[in-house]
């Protein structure tokens, strides 16, 4: 069966003057199937966002992709579509929920009439049909007394509705992808847990395909299928949720599991993972890891590690898990 | 700030109340008393604020000015206000040389002097009807809108809901029209209200050098320059016009700042 989304080979690059360029996403593949969960895990400025913005060519002005990017969603590579083809993708097939809330709604049109902008954008409905439909969205994301809600502006709901009326919004035109980008983040820890809830039945409802990307493993666990492990612009790792959390392969991922809290060991310190995340200009040769990690050997600061069978569903980047030795 | 938008508002009341009803109220402006001795007389009872060397009631014709002065400023800010919105969103929005070129034509438009260029037609097309004046006011003034709209289209492109309405697949031009427009109305109309000022003072200053409203139309320019020749003998001729100029800028200006500091709310 042919996965709904197939991504190989993204590069994005931003050129500059300079004739060099910055590549904050390089060479990252992966699939989604129709109905998956996959969780997309990594820190701030490992190029995660903007992975999620690419899948329905939305990247930021100045930034490119490479000529070999294949974006193929049931079976369309979306790289060459032309604009007006890919608003056929847009909302309809691919969706998207950022971060913010706060910003990411319009704070002088009325939530209703928001929602409805996203129906009319790909279907013909009279005012009275989309109202409807809004009303239905409305309650389907769990907002309490829709026909009130539906002519508030943004500035009259709390982080939380706003939250779910970006997701009414996402789901108005009924994609089969739903991409949310740190859909939890700017909220509180208890609608934090009501979001990620709503996300999951709704992906039980509507059978939808959630691309979910996010810095926190506590998020993902219980609720991915999959997840992918980025650093750097790379992939690292890649395994069913279960693998993952008892058997991380990659040192990253390891070293994050042991910079979180838990709360059925008795852990008296964390250990961090030393240094931080190197800015795009500067990321190291070879495995971009090895400068923090403690495993590395002479082989890791010249040679890539290609991504390989770690284990039963998983894959790592790493040339020690791969069983190369001093 | 409260007493602000407070005067703004009472001043700009009393003067469209002025407006409207004064002339019912007052003499005829146009109306010439049959007796001689009537011309240049002092403020009375009769007179609130004399007569002229024409023997007119110099309250009807100020009040019969305020119609005019604010029927052409208001034309003129608001065929600006228009002009300028959607020169300035083609400027902000559209992509490579076409924004370019517009983006060019604004620079131009800033950089030519207004009261020359307005001279210059006013000259050649001669005397007009107040609404004319607005209207051509009003097509010299939108260059200012525009360059602000256009620094609001080009925040506002970038703003993180433009950016969720193209990824929901909106198309370009819902986008400007649903998104962005109204995204510059409050920037647009603080301009408005203060450009209003503008107006008043650019309708008064052509008036007063004899090129905007057409005699014997009274306007408060006009009454300034006829009352400079007798300004020894009934100072109360300039003293009128320049006192109902200066409320009425200043209560534009008033409820422009009051519109600014309760709209953007980073200067609130």
């Known amino acids: 069966m042919t996965p709904l989304l197939e991504v190989a080979n993204l590069n994005i690059f931003f050129p500059q003057a300079s004739g060099e360029s910055t590549v904050p996403v390089d060479d990252v593949s992966f699939t989604v199937a129709a109905g998956e969960l996959v969780a997309l895990v990594g820190e701030s400025g490992c190029g995660k966002t903007l992975t999620g913005l690419a899948l329905p060519r ?10 070999r990017t294949v974006i193929r969603f049931r079976g369309t590579d979306l790289t060459s579509l032309s604009e007006s083809e890919l608003r056929t993708y847009r909302g309809r097939r691919i969706a998207m929920v950022f971060q913010d809330p706060m910003t990411s709604l319009n704070p002088v049109m009325r939530v209703g009439a928001q929602i409805a902008e996203a129906i009319h954008a790909h279907r013909k409905v009279s005012k009275r049909d989309a109202r409807e439909r809004v009303l239905a969205l409305l309650t389907e994301v769990g907002i309490a007394d829709p026909t009130s809600r539906i002519d ?5 709901l709390s982080g939380g509705m706003r939250q779910r009326i970006l997701i009414a919004m996402a789901l108005a035109a009924e994609p089969d992808l739903l991409v949310a980008d740190e859909p939890t983040t700017a909220l509180d820890v208890t609608i934090q847990a009501q979001i990620l809830e709503l996300l999951d039945h709704l992906r039980a409802t509507r059978k939808l395909a959630v691309l979910l990307i996010t810095h926190d493993l506590g998020i993902v666990a219980g609720r991915a299928d999959r997840v992918l492990v980025m650093y750097a612009g790379r992939i690292v790792e890649s395994a069913k949720t279960a693998r993952l959390f008892s058997h991380p392969a990659h040192p990253y991922t390891r070293g994050l599991f042991a910079s979180i809290p838990r709360l059925d060991a008795d852990t008296t310190r964390l250990t961090p993972i030393g240094g931080s995340v190197p800015r795009p200009a500067d990321w190291p040769t070879g495995c971009r ?29 790493c040339w020690v898990t791969q069983g190369m030795t001093k | 700030m409260k007493s602000q938008r407070g005067w703004g508002i009472l001043l700009l009341g009393l003067l469209v109340l002025l407006a409207v009803i004064g002339p019912w109220v007052a ?10 001795t009537d011309a240049l007389l002092p403020p009375s009872r009769a007179h609130w604020f004399g007569t002229d060397q024409l023997r007119r009631d110099v309250f009807a014709r100020l009040a019969y000015g305020a119609r005019v002065s604010l029927v052409v400023a208001t034309i003129a800010v ?19 040389w076409i924004g370019a070129t517009v983006q060019r034509c604004i620079n131009v438009g800033l950089a030519l002097p207004r009261v020359i260029v307005l001279l210059v037609v006013l000259a050649a097309v001669g005397l007009l009807s107040p609404v004319a004046l607005g209207i051509i006011l009003g097509g010299t003034g939108w260059p200012a809108v525009a360059r602000l709209v256009r620094g609001e289209a080009l925040r506002l492109r970038e ?37 209003l000022a503008d107006a008043i003072l650019l309708e008064a200053g052509l008036s ?19 009352a400079r020749e007798q ?32 709209l953007q709310p980073d200067t609130r």
């Not at chain 2, 003499?27 to 001689?36: V, Y």
Request: proline share 9%; hydrophobic share 50%; net charge neutral.
């Open chain 1, 289 to 317: 890891f090895h400068p923090r990690c403690g495993a590395a050997i002479a082989h890791c600061t010249t040679h890539r590690p290609p991504l390989e069978a770690a284990g039963p569903d998983q894959l790592a980047a």
């Open chain 2, 78 to 96: 608001t065929v600006a206000a228009i002009l300028g919105t959607m020169i300035g969103l083609a400027a902000g929005t559209a992509v490579g």
């Open chain 1, 58 to 67: 939305l990247l930021p002005r100045g930034a490119e992709m490479g000529a």
């Open chain 2, 231 to 262: 300004l020894t003998n009934a100072p109360w001729l300039l003293i009128a016009p320049c006192l109902a100029l200066g409320l009425a800028t200043s209560a534009a200006t008033l409820l422009g700042e009051a519109l600014r500091t309760s």
């Open chain 2, 208 to 226: 007063f050098i004899g090129v905007g409203v057409k005699a014997p139309i009274p306007s408060w320019g006009g009454m300034i320059l006829e």
């Open chain 2, 27 to 36: 003499p005829d402006w146009h109306a010439m008393s049959d007796a001689l």
């Open chain 2, 159 to 195: 703003a993180p809901f433009v950016v969720a309405a193209h990824a929901l697949g909106a198309t370009p031009g819902r986008v400007v029209w649903r998104e962005i427009l109204p995204g510059t109305m409050p920037a647009v109309l603080v301009a408005t209200t203060l450009g």
């Open chain 1, 152 to 156: 508030a502006y943004p500035h009259q």
